[in-house]
């Protein structure tokens, strides 16, 4: 199997997109918007139907798929249950998420290798025996990889990362998904979708001064919100678009994930050929420009966009001001100019104890020339960054770049630590022993994330989102108050200054990105050979062993093992930090179930009450003394239950200790379809305002289930402790493949048996 994109890959790509939207088109009977066209040429399609959006799914083939090393090893062991020889896609997997954050790279990575050292030869073991490309520990975090290397216009991919649509930048649907669908493809080349709206973003203007990509994507979060783009494709369009480097829409198809979109993407225009260019490319760069018609919408799109998208956002970026967001959620967003009076208003802890730049958001050389150009006033002034500053290149390839061009060097001589080419601080995987347990702060940074618990696993520290450049401007001012557009700083000799806007930054190098040896390893000529590694008494990774299939019967007498109030994000349900090493061992991993979940009956954390001792205790415990009891039970879900990551853990976990169902206000896509995945049945409340009428010491039972079909209406009769009862409708979204699932027992067990 190819692993890598070549121009013979990439040309038959744009032969079946051309055939594919010409088809569609001519369905259609009007034009057709940038995805799709894209997802109209990987479509697989019978007659001359056009899927309606949000009703229908669709069946697409993925031109590739990436796993990076955490949700990789379940992929790689559900891969295994389905027999298939060797991956049907070109697939990668990426060790990126297993590096700790502590003291500065190199001693991490050490560290983190020998921690590691068991996932790590299982991931690389399956990736030989099952004919995968390998990217060791410290060749860099996933999307940027997979920018550098794999991403072309107009492809399709999936990945098992939900920031998967960073590739969304070079003009290609990237989708984060569950790993269950990435095995899925893997094996059969197929990949289902609920066929998504659209919503158009149109940009006007050129940014300026301190205003960057990031405040583009901050200003769309705040729009529509943390849920505004579920089931949508978030498509950028406008005289704007172009003025932003490829990179810079990198970021903003990255964020996309932060409001829930199935991906978000730009049209094809010089700026991505160029980048493609840079990045060794050439090949792709002719090809892109030579079918460019392909690869941006039809030009009809562009006259009147509110005619073809579902939604349309306007904005000028000559007005657009940068943008702070936090804390604990992306769309709690405010101009720079009115944080110091919104955190005055809020108590927010003024003094910074952190700041962090860099991840897979905002690592790219012109992120980090844009903040070495800030360091190197500062430098100029002899003033250091006032608190702790730490710097995540996104790839080897970036980081050896900077090293040799000197931003580096830059942010080193303000006092930055340079940690590993990995996920580290973004994930929970960042030490921070001079924090009390619980002890409330306050951090920067310029990723993506800000969720409690996200960055440190303390969920109280509050993390502020901005640009690399603003971030370390307020690592020099040191106070979430500290306004770089126009307050001052104090200089070594105690003169005042001010910091300028930093200045215009090369997308690439000029010379060209350094290149890397050895971080890579391909699949081997006999992959049959191989043995795939894994310890029988290993506590980080055992076999699969599959759910059994549904009885037939209705789910009667589930009790209600726990009611989350709230945001319930994927990081609530199956925490990551420490938790990150489990992730191949699903029993051991779900002592970690729903620990961050704040009970809607007690309001405590984590815990909830065992219906049989009548004891508080931790949600995986309760579960387990009722999986003992042979009760099985449901989880109550507020809004967007699920939100954030595309972690199937936690829909497997759940599963593994005995949930029948999750019967929410609304679901996040990915987590929804994850849940199916596993043989959940994920039901929505009709009414939103049942969400109450559920109590602590209810019955449920879901009835009715033989007759489950598309589209239709599932009943729920909830006996209440005192005899009384309330019928409830609820509503779900399974096509006819999905209920084969819930019968099946789970997306897997179906694929087995094929
Ligand atoms: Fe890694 Fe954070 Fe990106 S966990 S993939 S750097 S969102």
């Not at 903003?252 to 980048?275: K, L, Q, W």
């Not at 929410?664 to 994850?674: D, G, K, P, Q």
Request: glycine share 10%.
């Amino acid at each position: 199997m190819e692993i890598a994109t070549t121009t013979e890959m990439v040309q038959g790509v744009y032969e079946r997109l051309r055939e594919g939207i010409d088809r569609y088109r001519k369905d259609a009977g009007r034009p057709l918007t940038l995805s799709e066209k894209i997802m109209a040429g990987h479509m697989v399609r019978d007659g001359t139907d056009i899927p309606v959006e949000n009703k229908d799914y669709v069946h697409l083939t993925p031109d590739r798929v990436a796993l990076q090393d955490v949700t990789g090893q379940m992929v790689m062991l559900q891969f295994m249950v389905t027999r298939h020889e060797e991956t049907a896609l070109p697939t990668t997997i990426h060790c990126d998420h297993l590096i700790r954050a502590k003291v500065e790279g190199g001693e991490d990575m050490r560290v983190s290798l020998d921690e590691n050292s068991e996932v790590f030869r299982f991931l690389k073991s399956a990736a030989a025996r099952y004919g995968c490309g390998f990217w060791k520990p410290g060749a860099g975090i996933i999307h940027q990889v997979v920018l550098e290397n794999y991403a072309f216009p107009g492809g399709l991919m999936i990945g098992t990362d939900s920031h998967t649509p960073n590739a969304g930048g070079l003009g290609m649907i990237a989708v984060g998904v569950g790993g269950m669908d990435a095995a899925e493809a893997m094996a059969i080349k197929e990949w289902e979708l609920l066929y998504p709206k659209r919503i158009g973003v149109h940009l006007t203007g050129k940014s300026s001064g301190w205003t960057s990509p990031k405040d583009v994507i901050l200003k769309v979060v705040e729009e529509l919100t943390v849920s505004g783009g579920t089931n949508a494709i978030v498509e950028y369009l406008g005289p704007g678009a172009s003025t932003i480097s490829c990179t810079g829409k990198a970021t903003i198809t990255n964020m996309g994930a932060e409001m829930g979109a199935t991906c978000s993407i730009f049209p094809y225009d010089n700026r991505m050929g160029e980048y493609l260019g840079y990045t060794g490319r050439c090949g792709i760069t002719k090809l892109a420009n030579l079918h460019r018609e392909l690869l941006v919408a039809d030009p009809e799109i562009e006259e009147d966009p509110s005619k073809y998208y579902s939604r349309v956002i306007e904005i000028d970026l000559s007005r657009l001001e940068p943008h702070i967001v936090g804390p604990h959620t992306p769309d709690l967003s405010r101009p720079i100019s009115e944080l110091s009076d919104d955190s005055r208003k809020n108590g927010y802890i003024d003094e910074i104890s952190a700041a962090l730049v860099g991840s897979c958001t905002n690592s790219s050389y012109e992120d980090m020339s844009r903040a070495a150009g800030i360091a190197e006033q500062a430098k100029a002034r002899g003033l250091q960054a006032q608190v702790p500053l730490m710097i995540s290149p996104g790839s080897e390839q970036i980081r050896a770049t900077i090293e040799r061009d000197g931003q580096m060097q830059s942010l080193k001589d303000i006092g930055a630590t340079v940690l590993a080419n990995a996920c580290g601080p973004c994930i929970g995987q960042w030490s921070r022993p001079e924090l009390e347990e619980n002890e409330e702060n306050t951090i920067v940074s310029s990723f993506n994330r800000n969720f409690p618990g996200r960055n440190d696993g303390s969920r109280s520290t509050m993390n502020f989102i901005g640009s690399p450049e603003l971030v370390v401007a307020m690592a020099l001012g040191g106070r979430l108050s500290f306004n770089p557009l126009k307050d001052e700083l104090t200089a070594a000799d105690g003169t005042k200054f001010m910091l300028k806007p930093p200045p215009p930054a090369p997308e690439v190098p000029k010379d060209g990105f350094q290149t890397v040896e050895g971080a890579y390893v391909p699949p081997p000529a006999d992959p049959h050979s191989v043995k795939v590694v894994i310890d029988e008494s290993s506590e980080r990774l055992e076999e699969l062993e599959t759910f059994p299939p549904w009885d037939g019967a209705d789910l009667e007498g589930l009790r209600v093992m726990a009611k989350a109030k709230g945001k319930c994000t994927t990081d609530h349900i199956s925490p990551a930090g420490a938790w990150l090493a489990y992730r191949g061992h699903l029993d051991h991993l779900s002592d970690n179930m729903l620990l961050g979940a704040v009970s809607a009956y007690h309001n405590e954390v984590g815990k909830g009450k065992n219906l049989l001792t009548g004891e508080m205790a931790p949600y995986h415990k309760v579960a387990r003394a009722y999986m003992k009891a042979g009760i099985r039970w449901v989880i109550i879900g507020d809004g967007n239950y699920g939100e954030g990551s595309s972690r199937e853990h936690a829909a497997m976990s759940p599963r593994h200790l005995g949930c029948a169902a999750v019967i929410a206000r609304s679901f996040a896509r990915i987590h929804e379809t994850n849940l199916k995945k596993q043989g959940i049945l994920a039901l929505v409340f009709s009414d939103p305002a049942d969400y109450e009428k559920i109590l602590e010491d209810d019955t449920i039972n879901i009835v009715g289930l033989k007759s489950m079909a598309p589209h239709t209406h599932v009943k729920c009769l909830v006996v209440h402790a005192d005899g009384s009862e309330d019928t409830l409708d609820l509503s779900h979204s399974y096509s006819a493949s999905q209920i084969g699932w819930f019968r099946a027992g789970s997306a897997l067990n179906v694929l087995r048996d094929k």
